[in-house]
């Protein structure tokens, strides 16, 4: 549908919409004027703010007093939502680098819905995991924010797709007059390498009502450094060396300059010119400390601009054009290329050819040819070097991404009835670059004997043994809506409001890995193509009816139709009863939709990709038997324990490839969820609610989940999953394990390595979830003090299960686990006002949980943790971090700002499955100033 169309369906929308407000109103004679809004989850404007449903609001000065400078920041300090992606610490390898994303009821990034000012924008150029399209918050200016309202339900029926676990809309600043600036450092108090700098300006000019318009700018611009594992040195605890696979975390690399000649497990020889320093004195290894080169955090630097017109057009129509624009970098720490790019010459890779729709492999790294200049043996050898002419910027890891959105907004008023409309383009592009190793170019250098060790080589040589590999994303959204709204009758118990309107978009996508991943020339480099364009149209109304005096039932029903699929229809129901002055009773059913997005239904040639910290679960037993055997004997060197976690790893926390393609049979995941609940204001200074919710989600569009195929293996079908043989490193690693305990009879029984999963997108599974949302307001004036607001907001979490399919049945409760995290979060924040002082304090606590996880329902017994340590491994404790800001503005158009976080330096809890974890004190000093 172009523009065109959308047009003039456009121009449709508004004959219905005239017609339909010029039929007779049976309202009765005009009463006085009271104010109503609109709320979040609804388009009916109403006098009152509590709904049916349970909307949160973030006004401007809780958005201050949080000291959060990103939006990711501001919108996760509500105990409803969490953080599903973090551009500051989101992995190098994966999909969606450069990007931030929330999620609520922890069903995932994209069954929230993010709106701003109540519309979508653009999903992120590069989709995660190459499946799931979402709302990017780093394209968000977080000082352009006003607020932001988090409806806690699900609302399909009111926005459609995507709206299952709840709406987080984010409204900015709509008039603004005069101009104001800001700038901003955050820092660590014991960790100067923690550091953010931000800068913020707003101008605004006219007054509608006088001037007939106004209109503002805003630009902001944030700075954060990354920092490595080598920064951090000094600040990890003993305990943390003691967890399972991290008993070497901090030993240096054989991979060194010089390098080792590795003969066996048993017999690693220093190659000849080592330095003196860097030999091992035990092992007499060649090795070089590599934690300088480990990126922790990204270097990450954001712009982001926005423009809000409001203007007149005659005496009846508001006009407001929109526009915003967002620019990120992101940068990774990497370090320079290993020979073997790290890997053994006796282990096998094996990925996909997505344009030859075959397996490439198994593959295994060249060893030194007899011969070569480094190679002093008879027979071809391992040689564990590391490349240091692949440093110095040459060796990148970065993404660069765009997003903005233009949009046009009118509304109005005809006799009782309001109208809306808008018409809008949006577009998002991100590009990921990175450097990969040649299976042909990285072979032919070594075996040709091109590449010279310890030197400089040609540039051109090492691009074609490393070379650059991108993913490029496109996401583009052309739409227009229309809503109108207002009285049709007046019941005896109240007026009987209805909104009715239409939802017009047109989605394309793109994203696509460079030819040579595609083409499978890059060792274990897994991507995807896929490009396609497709309508969506949608129908909607709603309704609130006062039943009788004090009740009121709200009904909606929209219907929506993509190409390609069957329309579907999603109805929500809610009712409010105020039994007596300050008691509301509010419940919800609704049920929800999310469409199949591009990617998982799409033109295209598929993905794919590789799944990470994957637990073999008929390998990895062994494997850890065998590797406590090496920890525990006496004697055993730093370089030999540090080789028996490297295989134990291979096992319990493994890389499996797999190949996915799109599905144009896949149905729209649906849900089903229910509220119920009740606000008790006694006073006006007072206020208690506490929600119910419970959701259910079915037809779940992925891939089965890796434990869940591997828990099934024996029933799969044949060719699905695929083992290789890895004899070759076995034995390696049995060789380790002999060198200390030569009676050990412990050995893998013929089970090969886990090589490539084939799993196609499905329908495959459903998820449920049930807690208590609740909190409690209170404003109070001390007498010769100032005003104390006090607000706490908490959240219980009750069930959490997922569906196996390979037990056919629900999975365990997976609240309390490693797998969902603790069962209750709460957030308590205490603000007073002195005169030009302002006081704050937010009080958070999360419960404790479960290091036992479906996929390890005995970690702690499986991983052989001792028994010392048994009662430190089995739980991580419930943790309380205090923050604290001062505000002072007593100095004519100036604001200061100090906020301490983290006031009491709480370490984070003791972690045996995760390892230990930074939560330093930090301190953000802002100041702010109105011309």
Not at 67 to 82: K, P, Q
Not at 127 to 145: K, M, R, V, W, Y
Not at 269 to 290: F, L, N, Y
Request: net charge neutral; with cysteine; glycine share 10%.
């Amino acid at each position: 549908m172009k523009l065109k169309q959308i047009t003039q369906s456009m121009l449709a929308v508004g004959v219905v919409s005239s017609a339909f407000i010029a039929m007779p109103s049976y309202a009765q004679e005009t009463q006085p004027k009271v104010q109503r809004v609109e709320v979040t989850g609804s388009s009916i404007k109403r006098s009152d703010f509590e709904t049916a449903a349970s909307v949160q609001v973030l006004t401007r000065a809780d958005i201050e007093r949080t000291g959060a400078n990103t939006a990711l920041g501001v919108i996760t300090d509500s105990v409803s939502v969490n953080t599903a992606i973090n551009s500051a610490s989101s992995s190098s390898g994966s999909f969606a680098t450069g990007s931030s994303g929330a999620s609520m009821r922890g069903l995932g990034k994209v069954s929230t819905l993010i709106l701003v000012n109540g519309r979508r924008i653009a999903p992120y150029g590069l989709a995660d995991g190459a499946q799931e399209n979402f709302t990017n918050l780093d394209a968000i200016a977080s000082d352009a924010i006003d607020r932001i309202e988090i409806l806690r339900d699900g609302a399909s029926a009111i926005y459609g797709s995507d709206a299952i676990a709840g709406v987080i809309n984010i409204i900015l600043r709509k008039d603004y007059q005069g101009a104001e600036a800001k700038i901003g450092y955050r820092s660590a108090f014991d960790f100067q390498d923690l550091r953010s700098r931000n800068f913020s300006a707003i101008y605004g000019y006219g007054d509608v009502e006088k001037n007939g318009f106004n209109t503002y700018i805003t630009v902001e611009g944030y700075k954060r450094d990354g920092y490595t594992t080598g920064d951090l040195r000094n600040q990890f605890p003993d305990w943390h060396r003691q967890t399972p696979g991290r008993s070497t975390w901090d030993a240096k690399s054989s991979f060194s300059p010089t390098g080792n000649y590795f003969l066996s497990a048993t017999n690693i020889v220093a190659a000849p010119g080592c330095p003196t320093d860097a030999i091992d004195p035990v092992d007499k290894q060649c090795k070089m400390d590599i934690l300088g080169y480990s990126g922790l955090t990204t270097n990450n630097e954001r712009y982001a601009f926005a423009s809000n017109t409001n203007f007149k057009i005659g005496k009846d129509i508001n006009a407001n054009f929109e526009l915003t624009y967002a620019n990120a970098y992101n940068s990774y720490i990497v370090a320079p290329f290993n020979v073997s790019n790290g890997s053994t010459t006796t282990s096998t890779s094996i990925w996909y050819n997505v344009y030859g729709g075959k397996m490439v492999g198994p593959f295994s790294y060249p060893k030194l040819p007899v011969g070569h200049p480094n190679n002093p043996y008879a027979t071809p050898v391992e040689y564990r070097a590391r490349m240091m002419d692949t440093g110095n910027g040459f060796n990148f890891n970065k993404t660069n991404s765009d997003q903005y959105r233009a949009m046009l907004a009118l509304d109005g008023t005809i006799g009782n009835f309001d109208w809306k409309s808008a018409v809008g383009f949006m577009n998002s592009t991100a590009d990921k670059a990175t450097r990969a190793v040649s299976a042909k170019g990285y072979t032919d250098a070594i075996i040709n004997k091109t590449y010279k060790f310890g030197q400089q080589n040609d540039r051109a040589l090492l691009e074609t043994m490393f070379p650059i590999r991108t993913t490029k994303g496109e996401s583009t959204i052309t739409f227009a809506d229309a809503v109108v709204t207002g009285e049709v009758m007046r019941l005896p118990a109240g007026p009987l409001q209805v909104a009715f309107g239409t939802d017009l978009r047109r989605e394309e996508y793109q994203m696509k890995s460079s030819d040579n991943v595609l083409n499978g020339d890059l060792v274990g480099i897994f991507g995807l193509q896929v490009k396609d364009t497709r309508n969506q149209a949608a129908i909607f109304g709603e309704a609130t009816i006062p039943v009788v005096k004090k009740v009121e039932v709200s009904a909606a029903l929209r219907a929506d139709k993509t190409d390609g699929f069957e329309a579907h229809v999603s109805p929500k129901l809610g009712l409010r009863y105020t039994p007596t002055e300050g008691l509301l009773i509010r419940g919800t059913a609704s049920g929800g939709f999310r469409a199949p997005n591009i990617v998982e239904s799409g033109n295209g040639l598929g993905r794919s990709s590789v799944a990470t910290g994957v637990n073999d679960l008929r390998r990895c037993p062994i494997a850890n038997d065998l590797n406590a055997l090496v920890q525990n004997a006496p004697g055993a060197t730093t370089a030999d324990k540090a080789l028996a976690n490297g295989y134990r790893g291979n096992d319990c926390s493994a890389g499996l490839p797999s190949f996915v393609a799109s599905n144009p049979n896949l149905k729209p995941e649906t849900s089903r969820s229910f509220t119920l609940g009740l606000v008790y204001s006694p006073s006006k200074e007072w206020s208690f609610a506490i929600d119910f919710f419970n959701i259910e989600r079915k037809d779940e569009i992925g891939t089965r989940s890796v434990t869940d195929v591997l828990k099934g293996e024996a029933s799969l079908p044949a060719g699905q999953l695929i083992r290789v043989d890895n004899t070759a490193t076995d034995n390696e690693f049995l060789a380790l394990v002999k060198k200390y305990a030569p009676n050990n009879a412990i050995n893998f029984q013929g089970i090969g390595k886990l090589g490539m999963i084939y799993n196609p997108y499905v329908n495959t599974s459903k998820t449920r979830a049930s807690g208590y949302d609740f909190d409690i307001t209170s404003r109070q004036k001390l007498d010769g003090i100032g005003t104390l607001t006090m607000k706490l907001d908490g959240n219980y979490n009750t069930n959490y299960q997922q569906f196996s399919q390979a037990d056919n049945k629900w999975g365990p409760n997976q609240t309390g686990t490693y797998d969902f995290g603790g069962k209750m979060e709460i957030k308590l924040s205490a603000d007073l006002k002195t005169g030009n002082w302002n006081n704050s304090a937010i009080v958070s606590y999360n419960s404790g949980y479960s290091t036992n996880s479906i996929a390890s329902p005995t970690y702690c017994v499986t991983q052989k943790v001792t028994a010392e340590n048994m009662a430190t491994c089995i739980r991580v404790d419930a943790s309380t971090v205090v923050n604290y800001s001062l505000t002072y503005s007593g100095i004519k158009n100036t604001k200061l700002n100090l906020y301490i976080g983290n006031l009491f330096g709480a370490e984070n809890p003791t972690d045996w499955r995760g390892g230990w974890s930074p939560n330093f004190r930090t301190y953000y000093v802002n100041a702010s100033y109105k011309f």
